[in-house]
C-alpha cells in the first residue's frame, strides 16, 4: 500500500515542477524581450544625442548666417536709397536739360 500512495505524490510532485519549469520559461523569455527592449532603448538615445548635436549645429549656423543677413539687410538699405537718389537726380537733370533747351 505504500507504494502506491507514492506514485500519486511523485505525480503530483512531478506536475508541480513541470509547471514551475513552465513558468520559469515563460520568465526567461520575458527577460530577454526585456533585454532587447533595454538594447533597442540604448540605441534610440545614442541616436538621440547624435541628432541633438547636429541640431545644435545648425542652430549655431543658422544664428550665424541671420547675423550676417541683417547686416546686409542695413547695407543693402542703405545702398538701395543712394541708387533712388542717383535716380531721381539723374530724372531731374535730365527734365532740367530738356526744358532748357
Known amino acids: 500500500?505504500?507504494?502506491t500512495l507514492?506514485?500519486?505524490q511523485e505525480i503530483q510532485v512531478y506536475d508541480?515542477?513541470?509547471?514551475?519549469q513552465g513558468t520559469v520559461d515563460k520568465i526567461a523569455t520575458k527577460l530577454d524581450s526585456l533585454?532587447?527592449?533595454e538594447?533597442?532603448?540604448?540605441?534610440?538615445?545614442?541616436?538621440?544625442?547624435?541628432?541633438?548635436?547636429?541640431?545644435t549645429k545648425?542652430?549655431?549656423?543658422?544664428a550665424r548666417i541671420?547675423?550676417?543677413q541683417s547686416g546686409s539687410n542695413t547695407s543693402l538699405g542703405i545702398l538701395e536709397r543712394a541708387?533712388?537718389?542717383?535716380?531721381t537726380t539723374l530724372i531731374g537733370f535730365f527734365i532740367y536739360l530738356v526744358e532748357k533747351a
Open 1 to 3: 500500500m505504500n507504494a
Open 6 to 8: 507514492e506514485q500519486p
Open 16 to 20: 508541480q515542477l513541470q509547471r514551475l
Open 35 to 37: 533585454v532587447r527592449l
Open 39 to 55: 538594447e533597442r532603448q540604448i540605441i534610440l538615445a545614442e541616436k538621440a544625442q547624435v541628432l541633438d548635436s547636429k541640431l
Open 58 to 62: 545648425i542652430d549655431t549656423r543658422v
Open 66 to 68: 541671420e547675423n550676417v
Open 83 to 87: 541708387a533712388w537718389l542717383a535716380a
